[in-house]
Each structure stands twice: as C-alpha cells, then as structure tokens.
C-alpha cells in the first residue's frame, strides 16, 4: 500500500508540473493578446525574432500539456518530458513562423520615395513652369509629401502620375487627363 501511495504522489507530483507548465503557457498567450509588443521587449536580445512571446507560449503550452498527456498515455515520466520536449520545440517553432507572418518582416513598412513610380497623386501646392510643387501621394497606407516638377505648369489639387524619381524628396510628376 505504501508504494501505491508514494507512486501516486510522485506521478501525481510529476502530472502537476506538466499541467503548471501548460497553464504558464496559456496565461503567457493571454497577457500577449492584451499587452501587446511591450513583452517581446524582454525577449529582444535573446535571438534574430525566434523567441516570440507566442514562441514561448507555444512552448510552455505543448511541454506542459503534451507532456501530462504523455505521462497518462504511457506512465513514463522520462518519455513524457522527451514527447513534452518534442511537441514543446514543434509547436514553439509554429508559433514563432506564424507570429512573423503576421507581425511581419519590416522589410516593407518603409516607403521609400523609388516606391512612388507609378503612383497617383495630388497636386497640393500648383506646380510653375520650370519650378517646384508639392505633390501628396498614399503608398502602401503611408502618406507622403514631396516636392513635384512636371514639364507643364499644373494648379492644386490637380490629380498626377509620378513618372520619376529625382530626388530622395522630389520627383517628377505628369498631370492625368481623365475623359
């Protein structure tokens, strides 16, 4: 009867942990659905973006949960940390893909002015003949203004295609003429 007993507090003991790892997991993806960013601050120096505070929360989740999982299933504490370990690394790594595919690389957030060929604009202050602008052009949600020259005078709030760029602050613009 004893060893029955000092078993059960032990496999008891060990099925805890595994459920505390996966709840620490789950309470980790709840506060990162409310705060934010502010928690991969933290985490910022420890890698290149791997760890991800939903990398972490993926992690604890599948340790902990497949890990309890495993223990029931087989019995074997040493084969439910490697099958808790596994699923932790698998699920961590999801996360972590996912959690750059929507965040994002960054790569494209900045708009840079060679972005701006082909795209629609307005004139807010009219272009001179021979002289300077300014045009309001939207890339990819970001709006911009830069100075404009066209070959022809063009008034404000004339409609442009920017048709090259100059300058990092100016560019070369051509009236639409709409039928």
């Not at 620490?24 to 709840?30: A, D, E, M, T, Y």
């Not at 890698?47 to 309890?68: D, P, R, Y």
């Not at 999801?94 to 790569?107: D, I, N």
């Amino acid at each position: 009867m004893r060893d029955i007993d000092v078993a059960l507090v032990t496999g008891g003991g060990i099925v805890t942990v595994f459920l505390v790892l996966g709840a620490l997991g789950v309470l980790l993806l709840l506060v990162a659905l409310v705060l934010g960013d502010v928690l991969d601050g933290a985490l910022e120096g420890l890698s290149a973006g791997f760890f991800s505070t939903e990398a972490l929360a993926g992690f604890l989740g599948a340790l902990g949960f497949g890990g309890a999982i495993a223990l029931d299933a087989t019995g074997s504490t040493s084969l439910a940390v490697v099958i808790g370990l596994v699923l932790g690394v698998l699920l961590g790594a999801v996360a972590a893909r996912a959690s750059r595919f929507l965040h994002g690389t960054g790569e494209t957030d900045t708009v840079r002015t060679s972005d701006m060929v082909e795209k629609i604009g307005q004139v807010v202050d009219a272009i001179p003949e021979g002289g300077f602008g300014v045009v309001s052009i939207s890339v990819a949600g970001h709006r911009t203004r830069l100075n404009a020259r066209s070959s022809v005078a063009v008034p404000a709030g004339t409609q442009v295609s920017v048709t090259q760029v100059i300058s990092p602050t100016a560019v070369q613009v051509e009236p639409l003429f709409l039928p």
